[in-house]
C-alpha cells in the first residue's frame, strides 16, 4: 500500500503565469496557503476562472499517479465562470516537498503549472481516494458561514460574552462573541487562522486552525481560572436600595467644590485674550516621547522556514511586528531581512511614518524552506549599518522559534564585534523550546540586547514594544 499523509502538512499555491494565446484563464487570487491541514482535509481545490467569451476545456492534468489524485468539478469552463481542480498529494517520507502539476487547456499552446509546496510531519502506510465532486454540491465562495460554540470545559455547558479573536497574517480579521447559548456565527473568508478565546474567569485557550466550507463548525473549551474564583465571589454581590440611594445623593461638600469650578471658569472668562496663558506644548507621540525616547534604527531579522507556518508562530510574530510599527515615530526606522535557505531584505529601510507599507510587508511575510541564520545575521548587520543613526538606538531584533544554522559565521563573536560599534542584537523565542532557549540568550547577551519569549497574543501585543522602549529610552 502507497504511504499518504495522515496528519499534517502545509499547502502554498503558487502559480507560474504563461502567455496567453486565445481565451483567458485565471487561477483566483485567494488564500492559497493552507497552513497547517488535519487528516480530514488532505487535498487541495484550486478555483480557475474564465475571464474570456469563450469556453474553454481542461484536457488532462499531467501528474505521476503514484503521489497524485485529480478531480474535476467539470472540465468545461463557461465565459465567466469558475470550475475548480481538486488534488490530493501522497507523500512517502517525512519533510519539505516542492512539486509541478502542469495542466493542459484547449486555449493554450503550452500548460499552466501548478506549484505545490507543503511539509509533511507525518505519514502512514494506507491510502485513501481523494472525494470526487459528484460527491458533494461545489461552491465557488471564498466566504462562507462560520459557527463557533465555547463551552465551559468541566461542566460543558455554553459561555456567553466569550471573546473570539480571528487572526490572520498579524491582524485581527474576526472579533466574535458569544449569545447565551454559547454560539457565535459569521461570515469569514477560508483560510489559516489563529485563534484566541477568552472570558473573565477563565483561563485563555489560543490555537491555530484551518477553516472551509467543509470544517465550518468549532466547539472550543475553555477552563476556569483557580486563580480568580474567589475574587469574583466577592464581586458579584448586588448593591443595596440604600447604598444606591447613597450614591445618588450629593454632599454638601460636593456641592461647594462644584461651586468652586464653576467660579473658576467664570473669572478665566473675563480674563483678556493676551492674559490667557499659552496652551502648553502637546506631545505627538504621547507614548513614545521625541524628549524621552533616542531615534529608533531597527533591522528585523525573521525566521521564515518551514517550523513557523506551525502552532501560529509566525502570526505571533506578525501581530507583535505591527503592534510595534504603531509605536514608531517618524524619526524611526525599520528594515526587514528575512532567512530561510536562503537570506533576502523583504523590505529596505523605511521610516515609521509610512505605516501602512510596513504593515503590509508584515502581512505578506511567508514562510518555508530551511535555517540560515549566520548569512541572515551578517546581511542583518550590513543593512543596519547602511542606515546608522548616531545617538540613536540601533538595533537587531531577531525573531525564531528554535536552533538555528549558524553556517561558517561565528555568530557570538558578529555579535560582539558590532556591539562594540553601537550596534546591538536582542533575540525573540516564538513558541520556542526550552532546550534552545541557551542560544538564543547567548547570543543577545554577546550582542549587547535582551532575550525575550512571546507564547500567546497578550506576550506579542507588548513584547516588541516594551523592548524598543526600554533600548531607546535617554
Same mark, same amino acid.
Given at each position: 500500500?502507497?504511504?499518504?499523509?495522515?496528519?499534517?502538512?502545509?499547502?502554498?499555491?503558487?502559480?507560474?503565469?504563461?502567455?496567453?494565446?486565445?481565451?483567458?484563464?485565471?487561477?483566483?487570487?485567494?488564500?492559497?496557503?493552507?497552513?497547517?491541514?488535519?487528516?480530514?482535509?488532505?487535498?487541495?481545490?484550486?478555483?480557475?476562472?474564465?475571464?474570456?467569451?469563450?469556453?474553454?476545456?481542461?484536457?488532462?492534468?499531467?501528474?505521476?499517479a503514484k503521489k497524485f489524485q485529480v478531480h474535476y468539478s467539470s472540465k468545461t469552463i463557461f465565459p465567466d465562470s469558475t470550475v475548480y481542480v481538486r488534488v490530493m498529494y501522497q507523500p512517502t517520507k517525512k519533510g519539505s516537498f516542492s512539486e509541478k502539476i502542469p495542466i493542459h487547456f484547449s486555449c493554450y499552446n503550452e500548460p499552466k503549472s501548478i506549484k505545490i509546496t507543503g511539509f509533511v510531519e507525518e505519514v502512514k502506510s494506507s491510502r485513501i481516494a481523494c472525494p470526487s465532486f459528484s460527491q458533494e454540491s461545489v461552491d465557488n465562495a471564498i466566504a462562507f458561514q462560520f459557527k463557533v460554540k465555547?463551552?465551559?470545559?468541566?461542566?460543558?455547558?455554553?459561555?456567553?460574552?466569550?471573546?473570539?479573536l480571528m487572526i490572520k497574517n498579524g491582524l485581527v480579521a474576526q472579533n466574535l462573541q458569544t449569545k447565551r447559548n454559547g454560539m457565535a456565527t459569521q461570515k469569514v473568508d477560508l483560510g489559516f487562522y489563529y485563534f484566541v478565546t477568552n472570558k473573565e474567569g477563565y483561563l485563555t485557550e489560543e490555537f491555530p486552525k484551518y477553516i472551509n466550507r467543509k470544517s465550518d463548525y468549532m466547539v472550543i473549551e475553555l477552563r476556569k481560572n483557580p486563580n480568580i474564583e474567589k475574587i469574583e465571589d466577592k464581586t458579584t454581590t448586588e448593591i !443595596?436600595? =440604600?447604598?444606591? *440611594?447613597?450614591?445618588?445623593? /450629593?454632599?454638601?461638600?460636593?456641592?461647594?467644590?462644584?461651586?468652586?469650578?464653576?467660579?473658576?471658569?467664570?473669572?478665566v472668562?473675563?480674563?483678556?485674550?493676551?492674559?490667557?496663558p499659552k496652551t502648553p506644548y502637546i506631545e505627538k507621540y504621547p507614548e513614545f516621547p521625541l524628549a524621552k525616547y533616542k531615534p529608533n534604527n531597527i533591522v528585523f531579522l525573521i525566521d521564515v522556514s518551514a517550523s513557523m507556518k506551525y502552532t501560529g508562530k509566525l502570526d505571533l510574530l506578525k501581530a507583535s511586528m505591527i503592534e510595534m510599527t504603531k509605536l514608531l515615530r517618524d524619526v524611526d526606522n525599520i528594515t526587514i531581512v528575512t532567512y530561510a535557505s536562503s537570506t533576502q531584505v523583504a523590505?529596505?529601510?523605511?521610516?515609521?511614518?509610512?505605516?501602512?507599507?510596513?504593515?503590509? !510587508?508584515? =502581512?505578506?511575510? *511567508?514562510?518555508?524552506?530551511? /535555517?540560515?541564520?549566520?548569512?541572515?545575521?551578517?546581511?542583518?548587520?550590513?543593512?543596519?549599518?547602511?542606515?546608522?543613526?548616531?545617538?540613536?538606538?540601533?538595533?537587531i531584533i531577531m525573531a525564531t522559534d528554535g536552533d538555528f544554522n549558524s553556517g561558517k559565521e561565528n555568530v557570538y563573536k558578529?555579535?560582539?564585534?558590532?556591539?562594540?560599534?553601537?550596534?546591538?542584537?536582542?533575540?525573540?523565542?516564538?513558541?520556542?523550546?526550552?532546550?534552545?532557549?541557551?542560544?538564543?540568550?547567548?547570543?543577545?547577551?554577546?550582542?549587547?540586547g535582551n532575550y525575550m519569549k512571546i507564547d500567546t497574543f497578550e506576550d506579542a501585543k507588548k513584547g516588541l514594544v516594551e523592548e524598543v522602549k526600554m533600548n531607546s529610552k535617554l
Open positions: 500500500m502507497r504511504n499518504y499523509i495522515i496528519h499534517i502538512f502545509t499547502v502554498t499555491i503558487s502559480i507560474l503565469i504563461v502567455q496567453t494565446l486565445t481565451g483567458q484563464i485565471e487561477f483566483l487570487k485567494q488564500p492559497y496557503d493552507y497552513g497547517v491541514i488535519s487528516s480530514n482535509n488532505q487535498y487541495v481545490d484550486i478555483p480557475i476562472k474564465n475571464t474570456s467569451d469563450k469556453k474553454v476545456f481542461i484536457f488532462r492534468a499531467d501528474v505521476d465555547v463551552i465551559d470545559q468541566e461542566t460543558k455547558e455554553p459561555i456567553d460574552k466569550a471573546k473570539v !443595596t436600595p =440604600e447604598e444606591q *440611594q447613597e450614591e445618588e445623593n /450629593t454632599t454638601e461638600e460636593e456641592v461647594i467644590l462644584n461651586l468652586e469650578e464653576d467660579t473658576i471658569k467664570e473669572v472668562a473675563k480674563i483678556p485674550k493676551e492674559e490667557i523590505m529596505k529601510t523605511t521610516s515609521a511614518n509610512n505605516k501602512d507599507s510596513i504593515i503590509s !510587508t508584515i =502581512e505578506n511575510l *511567508q514562510a518555508g524552506g530551511m /535555517t540560515a541564520g549566520g548569512k541572515g545575521l551578517k546581511m542583518a548587520y550590513s543593512e543596519l549599518c547602511q542606515s546608522f543613526i548616531a545617538h540613536g538606538n540601533n538595533e558578529l555579535a560582539k564585534k558590532y556591539n562594540a560599534k553601537g550596534a546591538k542584537i536582542s533575540v525573540i523565542g516564538i513558541k520556542n523550546r526550552k532546550h534552545n532557549e541557551e542560544n538564543m540568550k547567548k547570543l543577545s547577551l554577546s550582542g549587547g
